[in-house]
């Protein structure tokens, strides 16, 4: 099975005093790859919670940084999925540094996602019919 | 009248790889201060929202950069209303940085300020409970 | 002449409690715009701050936000320069909503960029080489 | 032994459409809390990094979100050191929601820190200077 990767650019935003990406811009990258693999199977989230009322949310991250990425950098972030319950599924990122034709290790995590009702934010089971899709 | 100013502490998340304060985060230091004038006024966003049904949006800035700011240095926004209508209201801005008992001027803009329905989005007349808050 | 535009997509980490575009991100989404505008015509800003030791750096910002962004919203956003002089360049830029076939006005805006040193930050003029490109 | 803490406040930067704080945006606060900390053993980062020519960097990042905070809320982000040796140190840290007298606990997690020469990004020991104050 094919990883699912999505291409990210490094831009000043990202970048911090010390030259490199601020670490916790990775939690973004790896949420734009997560979007994405989810809008590659069909799943919406905007759409989604108009139509279910729900919508997933982050309850765990956990992350390691073994090089930095600079300005100008290009990524390659991956998202794949590792667990798929009916209260939270997991997923395996990482995000690797383009050179040539070499993909350097940058930084790599584990996140973990639930549902929630978005008007009362509480717990829920994820839809059954975004469980069928994910899987 | 004395001018409301707002202390902010410049950290790693605010600058970028030049080594200075990136440029876009003066205006989420601008919107604290905002924020602060407004709460030094009683008037807390959160719960105005959740009153009224509406809520205040940016509708233009201009802002110019003179100084740059680095890592730690301590900053003082000041906010100061210069027109109040029944539509928008526009306050002018700047960030210092302070040094000993000095204070050098970073940046400087305008601000102008509308009010929309929460849910729709609809521009509507700010309320009178609030304009006679500001004025 | 053709306008530069570059496709951005909304995620999570640009949208606020209003359920919104947070206005402040549109200074990202115009960064990223004329990066890669730059990037196409071979200007390369890492590279550049090594080879020259000098930096663009933003001196003026002035945006106007017509109408709101969602989250997962494609826009389409544009780069047009104006001026490009010795020391400083200005750009046009808009983002756009894209539905169907339809381009939406969300903000636009004007920037003002000049050149500095990246080690003392002193004002410099922008080299001939990179103006030559930019005209 | 008491906790050092930090007064945190939940601006419209720090919330997304969900209503909520943006989960990455907990690693800002924790990020600010330590640099609090530092700064109350007299260890000034930019400083250091000028004086020292090596800086921190985070290696290793793992929270858990327990509850959502929304704007205007006030947050109390503790930072404890738990390890301090030749090459790294780890924290633990905490994001509570102060509400009355009471600490509701949103979000808690482990960091882990490493120092690096500022020019090349490799891995050093913590000047010994450094973990004499903080242990």
């Known amino acids: 099975m094919s990883m699912f990767s999505w291409p990210i650019r490094v831009y000043w935003e990202d ?3 010390g030259g490199i990406v601020f670490y916790a811009n990775y939690l ?8 994405e693999w989810l809008r590659s199977k069909g799943v919406h ?17 956990a992350l390691s940084y073994k ?7 290009e990524l390659l972030v991956t998202a794949h999925i590792t667990h798929a319950g009916r209260a939270s599924m997991q997923l395996q990122q990482e995000a690797y540094k383009v050179v ?10 584990t996140i973990r996602i639930g549902w929630v009702n978005a008007g009362t934010l509480q717990p829920a089971r994820i839809p059954s019919s975004i469980l069928d899709v994910l899987k």
Do not use: N, W, Y
């Not at 989604?48 to 982050?58: A, D, E, N, R």
């Not at 090089?67 to 950098?73: E, N």
């Not at 040539?100 to 995590?109: R, V």
């Open 100 to 109: 040539a034709d070499e993909k350097i290790l940058l930084c790599e995590g």
């Open 67 to 73: 090089l930095p990425a600079r300005l100008d950098d």
């Open 45 to 61: 989230q905007h759409s989604l919670k108009i139509s279910t009322g729900g919508m997933f949310v982050v309850t765990d991250t």
């Open 28 to 35: 973004k990258f790896f949420e734009r790859a997560r979007t």
């Open 15 to 17: 970048t911090d005093a």
